[in-house]
Nanobody, 124 residues
Framework: QLQLVESGGGLVQPGGSLRLSCAVS????????IGWFRQAPGEEREGTSC????????NYADSVKGRFTISRDNAKNTVYLQMNSLKPEDTAVYYC?????????????????WGQGTQVTVSS
């Protein structure tokens, strides 16, 4: 059974940066596409980015393009989300999720495995 654990959330001022980590265990990360999602109170879960297995590429939502960078270290079984130029509207619980195979999608229904989430708050 694949397990995912997020870390790195916290409180940051507008314009600041955070790096989230997603540690994967139970199976080699290399087999899985990983997505980062977020959910603010009263809002639907939103995909922000994904990283395809096998190095087939990444994708970003328009709302984070140019500010967020997803990367992976298969040797460490860890995926990262570097978030720069953070805005108050980025405040949410951030989740990483995994799906077997290389399709890089930001549709939550396509992912089978989820972490517990980490809170990111952007406020002065």
């Amino acid at each position: 059974q694949l397990q995912l654990v997020e870390s790195g959330g916290g409180l940051v001022q507008p314009g600041g940066s955070l790096r989230l980590s997603c540690a994967v265990s139970g199976s080699p990360l290399a087999y899985y596409t990983i997505g980062w999602f977020r959910q603010a109170p009263g809002e639907e879960r939103e995909g922000t980015s994904c990283s395809s297995s096998g190095g087939y590429g990444t994708n970003y939502a328009d709302s984070v393009k140019g500010r967020f960078t997803i990367s992976r270290d298969n040797a460490k079984n860890t995926v990262y989300l570097q978030m720069n130029s953070l805005k108050p509207e980025d405040t949410a619980v951030y989740y990483c999720a995994a799906r077997f195979g290389r399709m890089c999608t930001m549709e939550a229904s396509n992912y089978n495995y989820w972490g517990q989430g980490t809170q990111v708050t952007v406020s002065s």
